[in-house]
């Protein structure tokens, strides 16, 4: 168990690189972990949606916390993602995290039949029976489909071990509205996900931000998240537009097949997505390189 | 392998009975499956979305499949679900499925981080190499939230094995302007999902529907479809007015919890939803019970 404050600052979220037959590449994940530890980040997101956690086997989630836990103990904490279909596969997968050294759960509402409200709730409280670790709510609509109404927030904050809810950017981009009726309706650390939204979210007051090129390329993004906490707007939104040329690939693109891309241009080693997911074409990398190359250097 | 046409007609999809640790039940489902044979069926959908393929193993479904097919053989064509996420397990499974006795496949481009057009194509291509029996498109946005594009039925259609798929009802509810443009443009047999559209759907050409209710109340079911393609039109109608009672609880509560519950009040077995699904509470079980007892002595 690693002190610190999980749901606080930057959370970065690397990649999981495996093999065509889902089999973890532990030595370049340690690799990428140790970089993240170096940065000084806040805290390690293991196995989230970057780290491709719904396409890895129950087996291949344990050897991937085993090997960032190797690197990363006593550093910086380890928040592992312990979402999947099942409710009783999630608490199996909670058991198996904590057991391998991670220091807090994150979790979404994984479905393909759509869940109603209580039995996203349900799936919440059973998985806060299996392990007391500390929980951030996953609300991440894009992958899930799941809409969280307005009462579940604060249903599952008395739930005493879910501690966070990571959120998607605001449909209208008003964070400070957002924050403020979180906050009064929960104890929950708010957090924002969706990297081009990182310089508005954290000058508004988030209490994190969960951020995906962090988990790559850390120095950057801690940088600017260290600006917009500092309150330095100026700073943090000339960062933002240092890397707005990347955000748009995020966008076109998907960040996670960018972030492959990126893997391999900045040296850090080769992996390929899961497929059905596939890299990116020769165009596609081509717009990733131009927009990733000028920052490598402070990456 | 059992002759006939897997996707013409009424193809029923039976719950796949399993215990809270997702073991199948594999006698329940064989009498569910004996039932659907004696009634007279055209094909079986085994594993669908009714058929909690997304939440059985490797090892489940392979069981499911054995069991139906023992019961099945020769009698009434097997469809078999091998939606999964990852393209490696989708070829497992479409193997699986040829060597357990399957007679055709149905697919869905099932997903987590949502896929691109050639992805999903990459996904159909990969299996349709994996194993030569006839496939149906399972085009289910409910669940999967993919979209298929326009060209991409017509892509797929030019896959030597793929024969068929199973549309959504279409949000205006013009079928046959539907089933014109995919006939135009494709080769495919077009049949539908979704209950309270059955009479619609196979009035208007329709080659068949894939039903949930079906599944379980083969008789009544098949009695309305063959009405429907006979020309009917009273006669459907009037078996959809008597069966609106039961769509009604379809739409509120998700056809899979209502088929659970029939299940139960049909004294054919007795199975829970894999949680997180949570069976129905008693109020909404008193709406599914006044719906469908007037319905089982024809069911």
Redesign the interface.
């Known amino acids: 168990m690693t002190t610190g404050t999980p749901f606080r600052g930057l959370s970065a979220f690397p990649l999981t690189p495996a093999d065509?037959?889902?089999r973890v590449d532990t030595e370049t994940l340690a690799r990428l972990v140790e970089r993240l530890c170096e940065a000084g980040v806040d805290s390690i997101g293991l196995l989230g949606?970057t780290g491709i956690y719904?396409?890895l086997s129950r087996e291949e989630r344990r050897r991937a916390v085993e090997a960032a836990s190797e690197c990363g103990r006593g550093r910086v904490p380890l928040v592992v993602g312990v979402g999947t279909?099942?409710?009783?596969h999630a608490m199996d997968l909670a058991r198996d995290a904590e057991a391998a050294g991670a220091d807090a759960l994150l979790m979404a509402?994984?479905?393909?039949?759509?869940?109603?409200q209580?039995?996203?709730y349900?799936?919440y409280h059973?998985v806060t029976g299996a392990s007391g670790l500390p929980l951030c709510i996953y609300n991440n609509p894009?992958?899930t489909?799941f809409t969280f109404g307005i009462d579940l927030p604060a249903r599952l904050s008395r739930l005493p071990t879910i501690r966070a809810v990571k959120m998607p950017l605001p449909a209208g981009g008003d964070f400070t509205g957002e924050l403020a009726s979180l906050r009064g309706r929960t104890q929950l650390a708010v957090g924002y996900s969706g990297d081009w939204g990182m310089a508005d979210a954290m000058l508004a007051g988030a209490d994190a931000f969960y951020s995906v090129l962090g988990g790559t390329l850390p120095r950057l993004v801690l940088t600017l998240v260290r600006a917009a906490q500092a309150g330095d707007a100026e700073e943090a939104r000339r960062l933002d537009g240092v890397l707005q040329p990347l955000w748009d690939t995020f966008k076109t693109y998907?960040s996670?097949r960018v972030m492959y891309a990126i893997l391999d241009v900045a040296g850090l080693g080769r992996a390929e997505p899961?497929?059905?997911?596939?890299s990116l074409k020769a165009e596609a990398r081509k717009q990733v390189l131009a927009a990733v190359e000028p920052l490598l250097a402070s990456g």
């Open positions: 065509e037959h889902g949606s719904a396409y279909l099942r409710t009783d509402p994984v479905s393909y039949t759509p869940l109603t209580d039995e996203a349900e799936q059973a894009g992958t489909h998907g996670l899961p497929r059905p997911i596939l």
